[in-house]
């Protein structure tokens, strides 16, 4: 299984860029896929999630109108678009397979920096 991450970078608050998720070596359709972040100092949290099934998406509340997930099962991928950002968003984010509670499917990948500048 491999998951990796991309899209992030320097980005001015306000920005909007687009992270993405490649994922293989699993049956993608068959998962619900989900976004997470670590902020410096802080531990991992869930901030939206996708399922396959019907698309139905769920968002952390301080993700709510500013962050859109969606996924491509064709091409195994999963894609988050931020807009509006904080220097609070900063932190390292990560794609995986919710299973329960904090639990996730897969091990973690290197995720990807998103360092929002004030």
């Known amino acids: 299984v491999q998951l990796v991450e991309s899209g992030g970078g320097l980005v001015q608050a306000g920005g909007s860029p687009r992270l993405s998720c490649a994922a293989s070596?699993?049956?993608?359709?068959?998962?619900?896929i989900a976004w997470f972040r670590q902020a410096p100092g802080k531990e991992r949290e869930g901030i939206s999630c996708i399922r396959s099934t019907d698309g139905e998406t769920y968002y952390a509340a301080p993700m709510k109108g500013r962050f859109t997930i969606s996924r491509d099962n064709a091409k195994n991928s999963v894609f988050l678009y931020m807009h509006s950002l904080k220097p609070e968003d900063t932190a390292v984010y990560y794609c995986?397979?919710?299973?329960?509670?904090?639990?996730?499917?897969?091990?973690w990948g290197q995720g990807t920096q998103v360092t929002v500048s004030s």
């Open positions: 070596g699993f049956i993608f359709d068959d998962y619900a």
């Open positions: 995986n397979a919710p299973l329960y509670g904090s639990l996730v499917n897969f091990r």
